[in-house]
């Protein structure tokens, strides 16, 4: 193999000829992100261009949160600033929480390693021959991280916004038994989407840009004491953002998909109180 400047086949590295000296099932994490990132992906991209199915009163999806186009009565509570938008009202807002993962560190870790191979798992050999890392286009814009961070907090407000609407009244079409038309309403629905937000607050706030936002760029802690406080927080969720990235993807989708069934007349919620 030649050898380049760069990458597993530069003069400096070792020289070995396996590509790995690892015994373990190292491709399974790979593997398994691969499969669950593709699967995710092929559902959020086939529910966003639906543009119907999203609401069932008074539980909005999050992938059409909030619903700025012209959407379904009952579902814009910011207005329709967007009603002359001809494609699916989701598609106007999925930029934010797509960027925010897109350019997330932990998910750029794990795709990364999982579609591009690069490396596929430590101390296992890419098959690339040259490496740039994330100096040059298109991954130099890796570094909007922070600005998606301050969108994701606005997102993160809409949806809990979203999980207080969720309490109001159920209408007969979507609930088992007859309807509300008064009261406070809890539903399976509910729950499922007060887990969603707090994934999703979860993951925001465990977010290494929040955490260089609330406590970086400071000389002395001892002068900052709220500032410091705050950054032991963020630090604490930190060492698990991973599994918040994981749980916030998946309660994404089953919220998304229990409103769905609900829509669709497949199901009818379950009712609490
Ligand atoms: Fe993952 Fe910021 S590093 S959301």
Redo the contacts with the bound molecule.
């Keep these: 193999m030649a050898s380049t400047d760069q990458g597993v086949t530069s003069p400096t590295r070792a020289r070995i000829t396996e590509r790995t000296l690892r015994q373990d099932r190292w491709w399974l994490q790979p593997l398994t992100t691969f499969v669950v990132f593709s699967a995710f992906v092929v559902y959020a991209t086939v529910r966003a261009f639906m543009g119907r199915d999203y609401y069932a009163s008074p539980y909005l999806s999050p992938f059409y949160s909030p619903c700025l186009g012209d959407c379904v009565e009952g579902a814009s509570d910011f207005g329709q600033p967007f009603a002359w938008w001809p494609l699916s009202a989701a598609l106007i807002i999925l930029i934010f929480p797509l960027g925010?993962?897109m350019?997330?560190?932990?998910?750029?870790k794990a795709y990364y390693r999982a579609f591009w191979l690069s490396p596929p798992a430590c101390g296992v050999a890419e098959p690339h021959q040259s490496y740039s890392g994330e100096s040059k286009l298109p991954l130099v814009l890796q570094n909007v991280?922070?600005y998606?961070?301050y969108a994701?907090v606005l997102v993160g407000l809409v949806l809990t916004f979203d999980v207080v609407l969720a309490f109001r009244p159920m209408p007969a079409e979507y609930a088992v038994g007859d309807g509300e038309t008064s009261g406070i309403h809890m539903g399976l629905g509910t729950l499922l989407m007060i887990l969603n937000v707090a994934f999703i607050w979860l993951?925001?706030l465990?977010?290494?840009?929040?955490r260089h936002i609330v406590g970086g760029r400071l000389r002395h802690f001892s002068q900052h004491p709220v500032r410091y406080r705050l950054w032991t927080w963020v630090s604490r969720l930190n060492t698990s953002?991973g599994k918040w990235?994981w749980y916030s993807l998946f309660s994404v989708a089953i919220v998304d998909l229990y409103i769905f069934l609900l829509a669709t007349g497949t199901i009818q919620d379950v009712r609490f109180f």
């Design positions: 925010f993962r350019t997330c560190y932990y998910y750029r991280h922070r998606f961070w994701a993951y925001t465990s977010c290494h840009s929040c953002h990235a």
